[in-house]
């Protein structure tokens, strides 16, 4: 069975900072390139950045670039999101999602709320 | 950036009746460069179609995705109860890919 687990969100201020993981099982994981792709509450979808098979190409919507880094670790297949310098528009659910283009696989997804 | 709009924001059908969505970008998305997906709340969206028109695994016959260039189509041929959801499509011929803001087909 493939699952995607989020992990690490939470409640952080202005200008916080937090490191977001994806545990992925049931699937070839080195094989895929991965995405982050976020929901504000009420919402649509956005596409925040993803990250190619070998971790040597990464891409990033231009509102979080400088503020955001998308990792992976294929030994462990875990992706990764290092966000900085969070804003109140940085709030939503991010979630973790297999494949470069199109989605084949989701996680459930994990808040991230930012405020004072 | 590419802006996809889906219309209509809201349709209210009955279980057994066809639903016809549409997603129109402001430019060519090349090549069908387009997916779509269902999201049920508090779910995770699932992926319907991509390619505009290929089915995605496991994805019943009654999804069908249509349309080229700006202007696509997801039909539902006939309603099940499960089908109840948001539905959104999403362009990826052009970076930054974009999604559009979703048609919610409910209960009528």
């Known amino acids: 069975e493939v699952q995607l687990v989020e992990s690490g969100g939470g409640l952080v201020q202005p200008g916080g900072s937090l490191r977001l993981s994806c545990a992925a099982s049931g699937f070839t994981f080195s094989n895929y390139w991965m995405t982050w792709v976020r929901q504000a509450p009420g919402k649509g979808l956005e596409w925040v950045a993803n990250i190619k098979r070998d971790a040597y190409e990464k891409y990033y919507v231009d509102s979080v670039k400088g503020r955001f880094t998308i990792s992976r670790d294929n030994a462990k297949n875990s992706l990764y999101l290092q966000m900085s310098s969070l804003r109140a528009e940085d709030t939503a659910v991010y979630y973790c999602?297999?494949?470069?283009?199109?989605?084949?696989?989701w996680g459930q997804g994990t808040l991230v709320t930012v405020s004072s | 950036e590419i802006v996809l709009t889906q219309s209509p924001g809201t349709l209210s059908l009955s279980p057994g009746e066809r639903a016809t969505l549409s997603c129109r970008a402001s430019?060519?998305?090349?090549?069908?460069?387009l997916a779509w997906y269902q999201q049920k709340p508090g779910q995770a969206p699932r992926l319907l179609i991509y390619?505009?028109?290929s089915r995605a695994t496991g994805i019943p016959d009654r999804f069908s995705g249509s349309g080229s260039g700006t202007d696509f189509t997801l039909t539902i041929s006939r309603l099940e109860p499960e089908d109840f959801a948001v539905y959104c499509c999403?362009?990826?011929?052009?970076?930054?890919?974009?999604f559009g803001p979703g048609t919610k087909v409910d209960l009528k």
């Open positions: 999602a297999a494949g470069g283009q199109y989605y084949v696989y």
């Open positions: 430019q060519s998305v090349g090549s069908s460069y």
């Open positions: 390619g505009a028109s």
């Open positions: 999403q362009q990826y011929g052009s970076s930054p890919f974009t």
